[in-house]
């Protein structure tokens, strides 16, 4: 991750791109009357139809694209998930697996070949991506990569179907793609940054939160004046959703973020918005508009009340590498052959980079919710920090 001012230049036809979203947002702030609340500017840039940055047909993941997930790092990732699986799938009659924005698809890849290994298949592999393009490239991709038996499992859908399922549910770094409100809290009282269109450019306007559910959300954090951050209130309704579709079996969340009382954090009083582009992480959401991620670190603990209050279990939270290394990850490294220098030297960096705290091992974290389902999970088994 590289922080630096000024970023890489876009070419000619990104910049085009760009203009017809511009022009798309635009549109929207003059039928919303001159401002936008900053979720809706988010929602627009990121998944506006055929033109958002996850919508439209830009790279995004692994070296040529913006940013680097933990699928795209390793194929290591997918093979500790697989094992967790395992655990799952073996005590599910007729259990799915369930994927939420599945990115490239190489989670799915590495996963059901893993568990074809383990000879632990689920009886369906099921994808559910709100981008239309990416879902495209998936079937291109995972075609291409799987054999037809393992293809032929998978299923994309756009909704939740009605009937629940028994099934172990996967969301890797999906939450921090969701849009958030952001806010802050002056001596007028709690003001929320909105987003108008002005001399050809989008600003900030600051108004009151006029929205109950908004006002109250953050009432309830008790934050000093000065203090700025996100908020996602989107994320009751999708646990809510998820629940609904769970007769029994795991939801296994996997993103960066915190709990309640470290996100929150006085310290941490400029919020944890950040934009990728290039591999080149900055703070201003308001240019390249369709080009560049735009994403907010997941508040833990309002996961685990949402998950509560729809019913489910909250089985376990840990960091990836706890985690990861819970799954077995450095039984792995044994399948590669040591005297194999630069194939060892390789696999051994994907490890660091899964890992250290200095990388994803720390920041990122795994959250489990589970109904009907009271076995311990084996990737929680050595660090659970449920009650920090
Ligand atoms: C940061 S990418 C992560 C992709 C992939 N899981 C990975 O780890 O490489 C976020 C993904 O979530 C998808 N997404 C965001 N919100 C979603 C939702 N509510 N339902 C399904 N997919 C969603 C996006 O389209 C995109 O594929």
């Known amino acids: 991750m590289k922080i630096i001012d000024p970023l890489p230049t876009p070419d000619i036809d990104a910049v085009i791109h760009s203009q017809k979203l511009i022009d798309f947002i635009q549109q929207k702030i003059i039928t919303a009357q001159g401002t936008l609340t900053f979720a809706e500017f988010m929602q627009h840039a990121l998944y506006a139809p ?7 047909g830009l790279r995004k993941f692994g070296k040529g694209g913006d940013f680097v997930t933990a699928p795209e790092i390793s194929p290591l990732f997918a093979q500790c998930l697989a094992k967790q699986c395992q655990q799952i799938l073996s005590q599910l009659k007729s259990g799915v697996i369930v994927e939420f924005g599945a990115g490239s ?4 890849a590495n996963l059901l070949q893993s568990l074809a290994q383990l000879a632990c298949l689920p009886t369906q592999y099921i994808i559910i991506e709100i981008s ?3 879902q495209q490239r998936q079937q291109a991709t995972l075609q291409a990569q799987l054999p037809s038996d393992l293809y032929q499992i998978i299923q994309w859908i756009n909704a939740l179907p009605i009937t629940p399922f028994n099934a172990v549910i996967i969301a890797n770094e999906v939450l921090d793609a969701m849009p958030v409100h952001r806010f802050r809290v002056s001596e007028q009282g709690i003001e929320e940054y909105c987003v108008g269109y002005e001399n050809e450019q989008f600003v900030w306007q600051m108004h009151a939160v006029t929205a109950f559910d908004l006002q109250t959300s953050i009432e309830n954090l008790q934050l000093p004046i000065h203090y700025q951050s996100e908020i996602n209130l989107f994320l009751p309704a999708w646990i809510n959703s998820v629940a609904n579709f769970l007769n029994q079996g795991v939801v296994l969340l996997i993103d960066y973020g915190f709990p309640q009382h470290e996100y929150y954090h006085p310290q941490r009083n400029d919020g944890t918005l950040m934009c990728h582009y290039q591999h080149y992480t900055h703070s201003n959401p308001l240019i390249l508009i369709g080009l560049q991620d735009i994403t907010a670190h997941v508040d833990f603990t309002a996961v685990a009340e949402a998950a509560l209050a729809a019913d489910l279990q909250v089985a376990g939270f840990t960091q990836q590498a706890n985690f990861l290394l819970s799954c077995g990850l450095m039984e792995l490294l044994s399948d590669y052959d040591a005297e194999n220098v630069a194939e ?5 960096q994907q490890i660091k980079t899964l890992t250290l705290p200095s990388e994803m091992g720390e920041l990122f974290k795994v959250m489990a919710l589970t109904r009907q389902f009271d076995i311990p999970l084996m990737g929680f088994i050595h660090d659970d920090r449920r009650r920090l």
């Open 50 to 56: 055929n033109l958002g940055y996850y919508t439209a």
């Open 105 to 108: 698809g190489k989670l799915a």
């Open 132 to 134: 239309a393009e990416l």
């Open 344 to 348: 060892y030297a390789r696999i051994t």
